[in-house]
C-alpha cells in the first residue's frame, strides 16, 4: 500500500462528500501514518464527537484492508486526531506517574480499542508500570498498573 493511493482514495471520497478542493499531507505520528486533511469544512467532516471522521477513518481502512491485516493508517481533519493523540498521551504518562507516586494501580475511563492502543504504545517504555485492559464492549477500559522498582518489573513486562 502506497501512501499516494491512500492520498487519492481520501481526496476522491471527500470530493464525493461535496468537500471543494481537499488537501491531504503525510506524516508520521504515535507509530502510524497519518494522512491530515487541511479543510475549511472541518466541523462537517469531524462530527459530534469524532464520529464522521471515525466513519470516514473506516471506510477508508476497508478500502486498503487485506486478509485479517488492518492497515495502520489514521485520516486527520485540521489536526483533530494529532491533539487527540497528544492529549490520550499526555493523560496516560501523568496517570503513570501517579501510579508510580502512589504505588497503586490507576483506572482510565472506557475508551475506544483505538484509544487504548494509544495508551499502551505511550506506555510501553515506562519501567516499573505496564498496561491491560480490562471489561467488555464500551466499559472496556486500560487499567496503569504499577510494578514497583525497573529491576523487579522487567520480568513481568515481558510476561
Known amino acids: ?11 476522491e471520497l471527500l470530493l464525493k462528500m461535496g468537500v471543494d478542493n481537499p488537501d491531504v499531507s503525510v506524516s508520521e505520528l504515535a507509530g502510524h501514518t497519518l494522512f491530515t486533511v487541511a479543510t475549511k469544512d472541518s466541523g462537517a ?43 490520550l498521551e499526555h493523560q496516560a504518562r501523568m496517570l503513570a506517574e501517579r501510579a508510580r507516586m502512589f504505588k497503586y494501580d490507576v483506572e482510565m475511563s472506557p475508551m475506544s480499542s483505538y484509544d487504548r492502543l494509544i495508551v499502551h504504545a505511550s ?37
Open 123 to 159: 506506555l510501553a517504555d515506562l519501567p516499573g508500570i505496564a498496561t491491560e485492559s480490562h471489561g467488555e464492549g464500551k466499559v472496556r477500559h486500560v487499567v496503569i498498573k504499577y510494578l514497583g522498582d525497573a529491576e523487579t518489573a522487567a520480568p513481568a513486562a515481558d510476561a
Open 1 to 11: 500500500m502506497e501512501n499516494d493511493e491512500v492520498q487519492k482514495v481520501i481526496r
Open 45 to 87: 467532516l469531524i462530527g459530534p464527537g469524532g464520529e464522521t471522521l471515525s466513519a470516514i477513518n473506516h471506510v477508508v481502512r476497508k478500502i486498503f484492508e487485506k486478509e485479517g491485516e488492518t492497515p495502520k493508517f489514521v485520516v486527520d481533519v485540521n489536526g483533530y486526531h494529532a491533539r487527540h493523540i497528544k492529549m
